[in-house]
């Protein structure tokens, strides 16, 4: 019941998860991430910065993409995101 707790649980698996995935393809190859800016796709994309970093390995491998169906709400709410993120 400690959400706190939940919430480092969930971002610790995923970010486990994701650190198994790195070190098992080039450390040259992009690695593309889904990108809507929600909070699902936002924490896949923050946790695998943060592990490229981790793990020595250049973030700017991390690419984000966004599905643009004209006008949709994916596009300004991934914006959004980032642009908080400056």
């Known amino acids: ?44 994309f923050l946790v695998t910065y943060h592990v490229l970093r981790q793990l020595g390995m250049s973030p700017s491998r991390l690419k984000a993409f966004t599905l643009n169906l004209g006008e949709g709400p994916d596009l300004q709410q991934a914006r959004d995101f980032l642009e908080r993120l400056d």
């Open 1 to 44: 019941t400690d959400l706190d707790e939940l919430g480092r649980s969930y971002i610790g698996a995923l970010a486990d998860e994701i650190a198994k995935w790195l070190k098992r393809i080039s450390p040259t190859e992009p690695v593309g991430v889904a990108f809507s800016g929600g909070i699902d796709s936002g924490a896949v």
